[in-house]
């Protein structure tokens, strides 16, 4: 960011009164930019003993297969934005099961929240962003071709967790740079 969205004045990175990190700071207006994390949200459409995945059509990853998910917009919830994602991903509409798992990215400013999903239909076709929208069961799972780390830490605890028959939440953190 090199100006202030509220006047255009250049900015300065510096550490506002009364707080701990370097900040885009106007020195004209006095504005204070924020950067944040983006919410990355998804879920794991559930259809009998099948889920469903998407393969990219785009970058990054592009060919590679992952859940539907993308980035949250303002003015919806979670849940609202993973079934607008699984909509516009897959062509498929599903009813949240709940909150699955939380995945913090650091290094990239990324959080992910999955939901557990059930599908409700099997009319789906794959979206703008997919080449293709299909139904896997575990054992066909293209686990080589998986898109994100993420993505595949989410799909083996909820495996795990089916065959345990117990659904628990799942919270933890990547790290693609060592700290």
């Known amino acids: 960011m090199n100006f202030c969205s509220q006047c255009g004045t250049t900015l300065r990175i510096e550490i506002p009164a009364g707080d701990n990190r370097q900040r885009h700071v106007c020195p004209s207006c006095g504005a204070i930019h924020y950067q944040n994390p983006k919410m990355v949200v998804g879920c794991i459409p ?84 997919s080449l293709e929208a299909r139904l896997f069961s575990e054992a066909e799972i293209p686990w080589a071709d998986m898109a994100f780390r993420t993505i595949q830490h989410t799909l083996e605890r909820y495996f795990a967790d089916r065959r345990a028959g117990v659904y628990g939440f799942h919270e933890g953190q990547i790290l693609h740079k060592p700290r």
């Open 46 to 129: 559930e259809w009998e003993d099948k889920i469903l995945l998407c393969r990219r059509a785009i970058e990054p990853k592009h060919g590679l297969w992952t859940l539907p998910a993308g980035f949250m917009e303002n003015g919806e919830t979670t849940a609202e934005g993973a079934a607008r994602e699984t909509l516009e991903e897959a062509g498929a509409r599903v009813e949240m099961l709940g909150l699955y798992s939380m995945i913090s990215l650091p290094d990239i400013n990324q959080v992910y929240l999955v939901f557990r999903a059930k599908l409700l239909h099997l009319d789906f076709i794959h979206g703008e962003e």
